[in-house]
């Protein structure tokens, strides 16, 4: 069981909007640490796709939105694609364990 | 282009040990933390241990403290883990990665496999 949790998948038709959440607690992401999410594809190595809570790596496209607000971080995606079908992951630092934690991943299917 | 290449998998038994390796370049390998992160079959990502970029701080998941032991050579742009007690629920790809802006991992390895098996 992950420390942040994440549904295991959303989905959604080409164009529309989904939102992917990561709730923590007050350890974590509700202590101010930074969120950050990364993108994999099957067999492939994850890739940092939002570091900061808002902050778009070169090559990440703006329909690609961060957030935080309390205890709780989401990743939005506009304008949805079918090369955004990925495997997605939050993650944190967490105060009481003194280390990195990661959401258990989201997978994106657009339908 | 910053370049992580590990080695060191493969297939060891219960209670057995490998050194997993780490080579870093196209960067300033001594002035960056470094953690290493795994990831079972089919399963998500897990934070393993990190180090600090002088090797003063160093930090491991429940899980594996006493039994793995994190390490850096920076005049040889290398991260080490020296993996011991191995059980089955280690078995994983490790990746080796770069901590960077605002603490996140931002670059990764290709990563080594890890298989604890009889």
Known sequence: ?111 | EVQLVESGGGLVQPGGSLRLSCVASAFTFNSYEMTWVRQAPGKGLEWVSSIQSDGGSISYTDSVKGRFTISRDNPKNSLLLQISSLRAEDTAVYYCARVGGYNSFDSWGQGTLVTVSS
Request: aromatic share 10%; charged share 10%; proline share 6%.
């Open chain 1, 1 to 111: 069981q992950s420390i942040l949790t994440q549904p295991p998948s959303v989905s959604g038709a080409p164009g529309q909007t989904v939102t992917i959440s990561c709730t923590g607690t007050s350890s974590n992401i509700g202590a101010n640490h930074n969120v950050h999410w990364y993108q994999q594809f099957p067999g492939t190595v994850p890739k940092l796709f939002m570091y900061g809570n808002t902050n778009r790596p070169s090559g990440v496209p703006d329909r690609f939105y961060g957030s935080k607000s309390g205890t709780s971080a989401s990743l939005a995606i506009t304008g949805l694609q079918a090369e955004d079908e990925a495997d997605y992951y939050c993650q944190s630092y967490d105060r009481s364990l003194s280390g990195w934690v990661f959401g258990g991943g989201t997978k994106l299917t657009v339908l």
